[in-house]
């Protein structure tokens, strides 16, 4: 699920996961982070569930996808599209 708050040029995108599924660390990995794994890990919220938010230029698109504990890779149900195999993000 993606919640988003946009701003004068940013747009504040939130990435939220049930706490538990699937199971262990789970980080959000795209064009806006250079692939990188770890670089926003999802945290526990105190409504049960996990997020992370990550301010992206507004009006742009981003490709990304879900990387959970062994090498577990998925896509976002709620994103805007696909790009290939990955989710697409429009800010």
Do not use: I
């Amino acid at each position: 699920m993606l919640e988003r708050q946009r701003r004068k040029n940013t747009t504040a995108v939130t990435f939220v996961l049930p706490g538990g599924d699937p199971p262990g660390p789970v980080s959000v990995v795209g064009t806006f982070n250079g692939w990188q794994p770890g670089a926003h890990v999802l945290e526990p919220r105190p409504d049960g569930m996990r997020a992370v938010t990550v301010a992206l230029p507004a009006k742009s698109t981003h490709a990304f996808r879900y990387l959970a504990a062994g090498d577990y890779w998925f896509n976002d149900a709620g994103a805007d599209g696909h790009d290939g195999p990955n989710s697409r993000l429009d800010t």
